[in-house]
């Protein structure tokens, strides 16, 4: 099984910084198969980046994924009031029983 | 739009079953897998389950295997996911998902992103 280890756990940032937040695997995650979704208190994840770098549709630019092998990266350009939440990495290219991982989240707040 | 609805929340005893629905709308339903997701109160996603609306063929986690069925009714595009024999530590959202990566056929069924999610179902476990 792939295991997912997310860094930094919390990222205290004000509006307008740049968010850097990483995802590592314990092996080499296949074609890429790396997903980041965004979750906000009493909602669903809603997904931002599929294929390690590509935006999902409506996703703002100032999202972007990067990586591959096992380690990969979401960049939030300039932070905005909204995007304050839990960022979740994915991977999707293990073979059965576990297809699916999720690594534990990184949280960012507002410094 | 493609859309994702769950039936409401439940409430169970340790030691029954509880069943969740998930209707899809929106898009050709067994043109693609739906995928089983869930998270404990306060604590990130744990992936449960994975099903084929194409053939129904499945992939369980191994934490729930043996305890969980999963299965589509494709007449009325919902799928269910069935959990057995729950334990205090059940208690949790159950999110369905539609799993995205290309269409369904009778050669493969992609197992990519999950795009939308449902909106969740609140299960408690509760003597």
């Known amino acids: 099984e792939i295991v997912l280890t997310q860094s930094p756990g919390t990222l205290s940032l004000s509006p307008g910084e740049r968010a850097t937040l990483s995802c590592r695997a314990s092996q080499s995650v296949s074609s890429s198969s790396l997903a980041w979704y965004q979750q906000k208190p009493g909602q669903a994840p809603r997904l931002l980046i599929y294929?390690?770098?590509s935006r999902a549709t409506g996703i703002p630019d100032r999202f972007s994924g990067s990586g591959s092998g096992t380690d990969f990266t979401l960049t939030i350009s300039r932070l905005e009031p909204e995007d304050f939440a839990v960022y979740y990495c994915?991977?999707?290219?293990?073979?059965?029983?576990?297809?699916?991982?999720f690594g534990p989240g990184t949280t960012v707040d507002i410094k | 739009q493609v859309q994702l609805v769950q039936s409401g929340g439940e409430v169970k005893k340790p030691g029954a079953s509880v069943k969740v629905s998930c209707k899809a709308s929106g898009y050709t339903f067994t043109s693609y897998g739906i995928s089983w997701v869930r998270q404990a109160p306060g604590q990130g996603l744990e992936w449960m389950g994975w099903?084929?609306?194409?053939?129904?063929?499945?992939n369980y986690a191994q934490k729930v295997q043996g305890r969980v069925t999963m299965t589509t009714d494709t007449s009325t595009s919902t799928a269910y996911m069935e959990l057995r024999s729950l334990r205090s530590d059940d208690t949790a959202v159950y999110y369905c998902?539609?799993?995205?990566?290309?269409?369904?056929?009778?050669?493969?069924?992609?197992?990519?992103?999950?795009?939308?999610w449902g909106q969740g179902t609140l299960v408690t476990v509760s003597s």
């Open positions: 998902g539609r799993v995205g990566g290309g269409y369904c056929s009778s050669t493969s069924c992609p197992r990519g992103w999950i795009d939308p």
């Open positions: 994915q991977q999707y290219g293990s073979s059965p029983p576990s297809l699916f991982t």
């Open positions: 294929a390690a770098s």
């Open positions: 099903i084929s609306a194409y053939n129904g063929n499945t």
